[in-house]
């Protein structure tokens, strides 16, 4: 199962090789499963703006999910655990095990992020293409706003767990060059 969780608003459990894809940030979202039932085999999502946030746990299958938004992320695939948050015109992709492939607007080769890397990518607005694109190791001191301890919880014997309340998501600063 991979999990894709967004902030402020749910926690939707999906399968693997679905492709969710952001076509704007607007206050609405639309195409989330119902509880107690499954989602479809893709879906589009609209998420309000500031924060969103995907994450794929997924360490035997390959999970991807398409990214068009303001912050220049084309597509994000791989294998492994990795998160991914929106903020703003910020986005960062962090790897936790093993490899993952971003595909970023205005580089043509794609960008490969390690396990213990994160990828931070700083997108211009009016052009809609990355202006800064940093791969570095993942900040051990930082809290982890993605990933908190003991989430997601269990789930209720017998019970739906499609859609369930998020924890708290930490604001992620921008970078100091």
């Known amino acids: 199962m991979s999990d894709f969780w967004l902030t402020t ?44 946030l995907v994450r794929a746990d997924a360490p035997t299958t390959n999970s ?13 695939q791989g294998f492994g655990a990795y998160s991914v948050w929106l ?8 790897v936790r ?30 052009t809609n293409e990355a202006v800064d694109i940093r791969v570095q190791p993942t900040p051990v001191a930082e809290p982890d706003p993605d990933w908190p301890p003991n989430w997601p919880p269990p789930p209720p014997p017998g019970g739906p767990t499609t859609v369930v309340d998020p924890p708290p998501v930490y604001e992620i600063s ?3 060059p």
Do not use: W, Y
């Open 9 to 52: 608003e749910a926690f939707v459990r999906l399968t693997p090789l679905t492709i969710v894809r952001f076509d704007q940030l607007r206050e609405d979202i639309k195409g989330l499963p119902q509880p107690g039932k499954k989602p479809a085999a893709s879906s589009s999502i609209e998420l309000e703006r500031g924060k969103i």
């Open 87 to 94: 903020v703003n015109n910020r986005a960062c992709v962090r």
């Open 97 to 126: 095990t093993d490899t993952v492939t971003v595909l970023v607007r205005g580089r043509a080769e794609p960008v490969v992020v390690q396990a213990g890397q994160q990828l931070c990518v700083d997108c211009d607005p009016r």
């Open 64 to 76: 991807s999910f398409s990214v068009t938004t303001r912050a220049c992320l084309s597509e994000v």
């Open 174 to 176: 921008p970078t100091v």
